[in-house]
């Protein structure tokens, strides 16, 4: 598998991409060249400079160092978000298909629930009903996104189910825990895996939309969908402040997409 991944030049170069933006958002306080909420009215909206390499906002705040500040709301919380979303999805999927008749029915039907209305949609009515702030996103997008999972690793683990491995391990009273963890586990790892890294980007744009619209990481917090919140007022006098944040979760997202393609291709080749 290293070896496909390190001929694959997409795969490569969208890694690095992914890495060296979480490097760079680990670092922060060291590569950032000012304090990303430190405002001064007398340099708002400066142009490009050794100070603000990127200019100013209309706060007088560097872009530069809100962009690097921003990688940790936008891209760790989507890591984490993902990471909880496919814990929880994989558990229940995987119990689901293995154990089929009525706990499937019912897990399936609520599943079903779950998947008949906009993800977008409910996210918002939960975070709604809740009230703004970053936790209520995260917690409203695991809520509604593992229902996906759930039904896609089910799949997965039925298909397994007839392998002879896997009836050899019943038949000889092997215990269900010992043959999902050590049978089933590995074999659907690469599945989700891929699924992991398609859906990153999705979670990304998901977080930083509500951001935007003033539901998710709250000012003056630095956070990619919050600075394209306060660009858009200024947006005929000044459209260069949307392009740093805007290009940001574009290459971030498409990165996360492409290598997630580039993996299925390494992973399963029999899906090209």
Known sequence: MLKKLIKDKIAVITLIIILTTMM??????????????????????????????????????CILSRLIYGIRPTVFLSLLTMLCTIVI???????SGYARGLLDEVI???????????????????????????????????????????????????????KNYILYAKTIGTRKSFII???????????????????????????????????GVQAPAAEWGAMLSEAKNVITSHPTQMLAPGLAILILVSSFNMLGDSLRDILDPKEV
């Open 24 to 61: 760079v958002g680990v670092f922060a306080e060291e590569i950032a060249p000012n304090d990303p909420d430190k405002t001064s009215i007398i340099s708002k909206y400066a142009e490009g400079s050794q100070e603000f390499p990127l200019g100013t906002d209309h706060l007088g705040r």
């Open 89 to 95: 999805g994989t558990a229940i999927g995987m119990i």
């Open 108 to 162: 399936m039907r609520i599943v079903d629930i779950m998947l008949s209305f906009p993800s977008q949609v409910m996210i918002l009515a939960v975070v709604g009903m809740m009230g703004v702030g970053i936790r209520n996103v995260i917690i409203a997008s695991i809520a509604i996104k593992w229902a996906w999972y759930a039904r896609m690793i089910r799949s997965t683990v039925i298909k397994y189910n007839n």
């Open 181 to 215: 963890t050590r049978h089933m586990l590995p074999n659907i790892l690469s599945e989700i895996i891929v699924l992991a890294t398609l859906d990153t980007g999705w979670v990304i744009i998901s977080i930083s939309t509500l951001s935007f619209l003033g539901l």
